[in-house]
């Protein structure tokens, strides 16, 4: 499997999905509803009876934005409470959810109760898996941030044009992004080895991630990548499609606010593509090469997960092996669930 | 009288024959008095970033008054060290550790009359505003003899500059040399009577950080010589650029009727050029802005079309507009009358119109500063503030009224919108007056009093006169005072005396009251529409006289609405604003509220109700720092509410999503 299938086969595990994605889109919509109600009070009682709201309807007006904003000055503090609240309270939630999506999509079974169950399952490793790599980030973002700012000064001094300064403060950028979507590369494949092998070691799940992405590296980061820049086409045909409506009649209105929300809806399905697509290639790899450098000693657990897997359509545990033969044995096994597996897919 | 007071005459005879007698280069008539000529050889030393220069000055006392003191200012010495009265008024850290390479100084080393007579030792440094001993950007000489009515002097000046890093729009970095307020200048001599003067004295202030300049006009005739490597610009017409075996070129520029003379070499400029009329315009921009080259061009002949229509053709021939490179924006957004600097970025989107702003800003200073010499230091609204308003009239007339600025992925602000925004959103909107020396204004009032508030002040006159009445009093005010020094008591009698002249001797509102609260004084503007109310009409209740006995009635409500519209002023200031009040028929009413009551009911009697009032309807006013309470419903239309509403929640889910 390379990078495009996975990505195509997680289009369509996701698509399966539906509940989970409508779920996952109720409390993006639930959350960012309850978060912006006390601010629309504030903006409401701020417009009070005054007809200058209903410039705003035909689109943007800089006077009317910014006496409001004038007279409104607490709207900012306001704002920044509301997103320092809601922003880690949503991350938590969706720490808790990713266990819950890699659950189903493994399990090839869409129900909520599946998806609760991975979800409460995963929810402590993950959360493990998501703090680490959040401190990965920020280091890295230290380390590239800082010698842009330690070095920008001299280059400024030696620059002989502003598009030299442009390209060198993108290349940082460039690195940092790089950076970081190896990083979630990792990420991602660590909670993929987590679930699959109902692991809590956490550095060793990082560990093998890290070996199975730069083993794969082209393969993983362009899948990351992909996914990654597939929402920026899709942003661009809903900004063309909406740039023009004013939404200054009840009915323009209707048809504008749903097509924000299938954007946003395509952003939740966006999350659950990546983990579709990540799964399915790691699960192949994962099942060809793990065998290669296997811990030995587990192949009988990997025997029984195989088991296992003839009800469970794909595998889910660590594996041990005692001698080649019985290796060879299982992935024999193996390649004819896989087989069965896609199979029943296509 | 002493043998040297001979000479000086006799010197003083012979350059007044020789100024009078010159060959005119540029015009063929004087624009202006040309009050102070001068003739610099200059040379500049790329390598220690030093020029050496010669100077000629011819000065005329213009004046009825006897001159025994000339005063002048050296400007360059403002970055002499980090105790400049410059320096210290604005806060810099001073070098950035290499202090022999980011300080600069002017030093005179010979100064003689025409005759020979030393001159020098009679120079002495001196702080008018503020007796700072270490500032020496301000001295006087003595004259040996009297300077008389209508004489000229002649001044021999040998002088060097050691130029700045570049700081407040002069110096150097690297090989980028723009090269502003660079020579010993002759201050202006106000006879009682001139501006605001009761007697004859020298205005000649120090350089300040918040303060521009105040000039004679005159002529300029200066040979500047730089490695041949080098192009140049500046605000004279080249008339002359020979090269030498030494590998060195001498450019000669002549300019006359300005009031400044400054230029630009680097090795990197490209030169572009484009003839507009009669004025050929030259720009010399960075290699890597070539795809925004046109874009100075449209910009420049815009304003150019727009203040021939509104004031007057703009006579000089030439225009050099000067693109400064990234390393040298210190430079950028500066003027003289005939070169400005213009700022812009590589690949800046076409939607930003940063280059466009600039570029029509200073060069509108042509007009205002340029031809209307007006006293930066002490009014200097009188220029930041004209030219801001054309600026935005010029830029929202030729981009689009609400895209004159920006119009990029939805974002749309005009340039008038952005100006006043930057008034209107002040905490402390009357922290000062606008009328006010430069220097005095509080710490970042500068730019909010002589730039933003009187491009507002100026538009809200518009509106309530009439853009038609505006210009007229805008042309009458500049062609009573081109190659003047106007001041702000000029400007508004003659606003007073052209809206005299179109209002059948009804004047509307006393111009002379709108500009002592608008521009003498501090007040804001704000009025507000706080409350509409309908009741219907009660029928009689209670005991009536009728043919002599009381008889009760208890009679149900009319027909009839009694309504009101509450207005209230929070703000000082008081100016007549149209009121369009709406009914339930569909009625509407429009009427100007002219009141200096603090709450106010206008009050309707009908068969209808009110149902919104709206002040200042065409927004005409824009003063009014906040227009949210200058309307009211009592049926606000949900829908908006609802789409802010959306629009609101839309990205903020799109933004939680992202942090996931």
């Not at chain 1, 809590?200 to 993983?220: D, E, G, Q």
Request: hydrophobic share 45%; aromatic share 16%; glycine share 6%.
């Amino acid at each position: 499997m390379n990078l495009f299938n996975a990505y195509s086969q997680g289009f369509k595990e996701t698509g399966k999905n539906l509940r989970v994605l409508f779920l996952l889109f109720a409390v993006n919509f639930v959350l960012a509803i309850l978060a912006i109600k006390p601010l629309m009070n504030l903006i409401t009682k701020g417009f009070g009876n005054s007809l200058a709201v209903t410039e705003l309807l035909h689109g943007f007006n800089y006077t009317i934005i910014n006496d409001f904003l004038s007279q409104n000055n607490h709207l900012f503090t306001f704002i920044t409470a509301i997103l320092l609240v809601i922003i880690p309270l949503y991350w938590l939630l969706s720490v808790f959810f990713s266990g819950g999506i890699l659950h189903t999509l493994n399990r090839n079974s869409y129900t909520l109760t599946t998806f609760f169950n991975g979800a409460v399952a995963n929810f402590l490793r993950f959360l493990a898996v998501s703090l680490t790599f959040i401190i990965l980030q920020v280091l890295f973002a230290l380390a590239v941030f800082g010698i842009l700012g330690a070095t920008i000064e001299n280059f400024f001094s030696t620059a002989s044009s502003e598009i030299s300064i442009f390209w060198y403060v993108f290349s940082f950028f460039l690195s940092f992004s790089i950076i970081s979507l190896f990083l979630q590369s990792i990420s991602d494949y660590t909670k993929c080895y987590l679930m699959l092998n109902a692991s809590n070691n956490i550095l060793k799940a990082i560990w093998r991630s890290l070996v199975f992405v730069i083993k794969h590296f082209l393969n993983t980061f362009f899948l990351k990548l992909l996914l990654s820049l597939t929402p920026l086409p899709v942003f661009y045909i809903w900004y063309k499609i909406t740039h023009d409506m004013e939404g200054a009649t009840w009915l323009g209105l209707i048809v504008l606010f749903v097509l924000q929300q299938i954007f946003v809806f395509f952003r939740v399905y966006m999350h659950v593509w990546s983990y579709a697509s990540v799964l399915e290639f790691y699960s192949h790899r994962f099942l060809l090469a793990e065998f290669n450098s296997i811990d030995k000693k587990s192949f009988t657990n990997w025997n029984n997960a195989a088991t296992d897997i003839s009800e469970e359509k794909k595998v889910s545990a660590a594996p041990i092996q005692e001698t080649q033969k019985e290796e060879d044995v299982y992935m024999q096994k193996m390649d004819e669930e896989i087989n069965k597996t896609n199979e029943s897919k296509v | 009288m002493k043998p040297p007071a001979i000479k000086f005459f006799l010197s003083i005879f012979f350059a007044f024959f020789a100024i009078n007698f010159q060959a005119q280069y540029i015009f063929n008539l004087p624009l202006s008095n040309r009050q102070a000529n001068y003739i610099i050889r200059v040379n500049l030393n790329t390598e220690n970033k030093m020029l050496t220069a010669v100077q000629k000055l011819t000065y005329i006392n213009q004046s009825a008054d006897t001159l025994t003191e000339l005063q002048f200012h050296a400007y360059m010495n403002a970055f002499m060290n980090n105790q400049s009265t410059f320096m210290k008024e604005s806060n810099r850290p001073g070098s950035s550790g290499n202090p022999e390479w980011d300080f600069g100084f002017l030093k005179i080393n010979k100064l003689s009359l025409a005759d020979s007579a030393n001159l020098l030792p009679s120079l002495t440094y001196f702080s008018p505003d503020d007796n700072n001993p270490d500032d020496r950007t301000v001295f006087k000489i003595k004259l040996p003899g009297k300077l008389m009515p209508k004489d000229s002097v002649i001044l021999n000046f040998e002088f060097e500059v050691k130029l700045p890093k570049i700081i407040a729009r002069t110096g150097y970095v690297r090989d980028y040399f723009f090269i502003a307020q660079w020579f010993p200048k002759i201050g202006v001599y106000e006879p009682a009577g001139m501006r605001y003067a009761k007697r004859g004295a020298w205005n000649c202030h120090q350089f300040h950080a918040n303060s521009e300049f105040y000039s004679n006009f005159g002529t300029y005739d200066v040979y500047i010589t730089l490695p041949q490597e080098y192009v140049v610009g500046s605000g004279g017409k080249l008339m002359d650029k020979k090269e030498d075996a030494k590998g060195l070129t001498t450019w000669y520029f002549r300019a006359e009727d300005i009031v400044d003379f400054a230029w630009t070499a680097s090795k990197r400029f490209k030169v572009a050029e484009k003839q507009w009329n009669h004025v050929k315009i030259q720009l010399l921009y960075q290699p890597e802005h070539k795809d925004l080259v046109q874009r100075h061009f449209d910009a420049t002949i815009a304003a150019l079309e727009y203040f021939e229509e509104t004031l007057e053709t703009f006579p000089y021939p030439h225009l050099t507009i000067v693109d400064p490179p990234f390393y040298g924006m210190g430079s950028s957004g500066m003027e003289y009358t005939t070169l400005f600097t213009a700022g812009s970025f590589w690949n800046e989107p076409e939607g930003l119109r940063f280059t466009e702003m600039v570029t029509v800003h200073e060069f509108g200073h042509a007009y205002f500063m340029g031809m209307l010499a007006s006293n930066e230091f002490e009014e200097a609204w009188l220029d930041e503030g004209f030219n801001s308003y054309f600026e935005t009239k010029i830029l929202d007339h030729y981009y689009g009224k609400n895209t004159g600025l920006i119009d990029i992925a939805g974002i749309q602000i005009g340039d008038f919108e952005f100006s006043r925004s930057g008034y209107a959103s002040l905490k402390n909107k009357g922290m000062a007056e606008i009328y006010r020396n430069a220097w005095d204004y509080p710490y970042g009032g500068y730019g909010v009093y002589s730039y933003q508030k009187p491009a507002v002040v100026l538009q809200t006159l518009e509106g309530i006169v009439g853009e038609k009445v505006m210009y007229q009093i805008l042309k009458t005010y500049f062609k009573r005072w081109k190659f003047k020094h106007p001041s702000t008591r000029n400007f508004i009698e003659i606003a007073a005396e052209v809206i005299e002249a179109n209002s059948n001797g009804n004047p509307k509102f006393d111009i002379n009251q709108y500009f002592s609260q608008t521009v003498y004084g501090s007040g804001h503007m704000d009025y507000a529409v706080t409350d509409i109310s309908n009741q219907l009409k009660p029928g009689a209740q209670g005991w009536f006289e009728t043919t002599g006995n009381l008889a009760v009635k208890n009679e149900k409500s009319t027909d009839q609405y009694e309504s009101y519209v509450q207005i209230e002023r929070f703000g000082e200031v008081i100016l007549p604003v149209e009121v369009l009040v709406k009914f339930s028929s569909g009625r509407e009413v429009l009427e100007t509220f002219d009141s200096d009551q603090k709450r106010f009911r206008l009050k309707y009697s009908g068969p209808d109700r009110v149902v919104s009032a709206t002040i200042d309807p065409n927004f005409k006013i824009p003063l009014d720092t906040n227009v949210i309470n200058n309307s009211y419903s009592i049926t606000v239309k949900q829908a908006a509410k609802r789409k802010i509403f959306a629009t609101f929640l839309f990205w903020l889910q799109n933004f939680i999503q992202f942090f996931i």
